[in-house]
């Protein structure tokens, strides 16, 4: 497959890594290695997809350049639309030209995370009682000095995106009705701390900040027959999964542990997922209109809730 790569930050340098030969074209206003300054200027014949490495503000507008134009598009995470409308129309799109239209959460493909899923679908644990994650990293000093990160909703559309997506791949998009706990603005002129949760079945418990000073994961499912607990992200390793058999009436668990320690693989199972979907034709969007409702409404209440 033919790919460009579409903004060359961050995460486009991760991008066109992983791509490799694939590269056809990079795409980059400012960037010295850019062949090219807007994605028109490309001509059409040279590229089957683009990586997008954008930021929020322009993503609706060349998506929908792209799919027009029947390319498949592989888009940074998280796709946000001020109105609903823009999503569903890029969705409508994708389906009338058969083009992939995919929405980059890497975190799916990490092997923990898998293996997170299979047990709920398993329900070897039985009835899940609650679900507690927590997500944070220590960047809230390179937020304040961005002026067009240091502003809004940030921490919770940024890292709570993750933790939506995470919910949406092990339990589906069955939960309604988020409410925000606690917003913080410790360091930023943003949030940069916010608990978020909803009291359902289960009952989630979602924590994000930019103010971990070591980047850190965890995840605890408490359940009818055991728990499963999630520790750290490959990333960031060693990462560890603890499956525990709850014993009655009471009394220590047995227990299995897997603990890995390796470098980041899910930029380059993503890739490969990702051109699988482009053989398909298929998108992900509804997971994005989910996400972007649920975000849209947190953002709404989050002035009552400023500490």
Known sequence: MRVLVVGLGVQGQKRRSVAGDEVVGIVDPFH?????????????????????????????????????????????????????????????LAEKNRTACYTAYNHRFEPHFVRMREIISSERLGRIYSVRIFYGNGTARLVRESAWRDQGASVLTDLGSHLLD????????????????????????????????????????????????????????????????????????????????????????????????????????????FKELCKKGVNNIDNDIWINDTLTNLSANLNSKKG
Do not use: M
């Open 32 to 92: 010295k290695d850019a062949q090219y300054s807007v994605i028109q200027d490309v001509p059409l014949d040279i590229y089957d997809a683009a990586l997008l490495c954008i930021p929020d503000d322009p993503k609706i507008e060349i998506i929908e350049y792209l799919l027009a134009k029947s390319k498949h598009v592989l888009v940074e995470k998280p796709l946000f639309a001020a109105c609903a409308s823009d999503l569903l129309r890029i969705k409508e």
């Open 166 to 273: 995470t919910l949406s791949f092990w339990f589906g998009r069955n939960f309604t009705d988020f409410s925000i706990h606690s917003a913080n603005c410790f360091e930023n002129l943003a949030i940069d701390h916010v608990n978020f949760g909803v009291n359902a079945n289960p009952l989630i418990q979602l924590e994000a900040t930019l103010l971990s000073w070591r980047n850190h994961f965890y995840c605890d499912l408490f359940a009818e027959h055991g728990s499963a607990h999630i520790t750290s992200l490959c990333k960031w390793g060693p990462s560890s999964f603890v499956l525990r058999d709850r014993k009655l009436p009471s009394g220590r668990p047995d227990e299995e542990s897997i603990t890995l320690i390796q470098s980041d693989l899910t930029w380059l199972a993503e890739y490969k997922y």
